[in-house]
């Protein structure tokens, strides 16, 4: 996969696109710590700990504290993350229509 391809990919799936760019600069280039990374990325440090907390959160970057480090994730898992969050928001969605429909129903509208 193209590194244009891949940073489409990510964004088509949620992440921002300077978050898919610091994603798939871990996921080839390997472990960083913060001030290597900000530079690489032309980032301010402030930026990027939001960008790795936020990454961190979802699950597609791990932190090293010992050595402030930050790695990626394996692609695939990444998307399967994407895919898990996508089929429960299915199901939320789907109990929400249930509800609504419940509710529909319980107030007796007549139809015209």
């Known amino acids: 996969m193209s590194l244009e391809k891949a940073l489409k990919t990510l964004a088509s799936l949620g992440l921002s696109e300077v978050d898919a760019k610091v994603y798939v600069y871990l996921a080839k280039k390997g472990p960083h710590g913060k001030k290597d990374l900000a530079s690489a990325q032309n980032l301010t440090k402030h930026k990027l700990c939001l960008i790795l907390d936020s990454l961190v959160t979802r ?32 199901r939320d969605l789907e109990a929400k229509k249930q509800a609504a429909l419940d509710a529909w129903h319980s107030t007796n509208v007549e139809s015209s």
């Open 59 to 90: 699950g597609f970057v791990l932190a090293v504290p010992e050595h402030s480090t930050y790695y990626a994730v394996p692609f695939e898992k990444v998307l399967d993350e994407f895919l898990k969050t996508s089929i429960k928001e299915a």
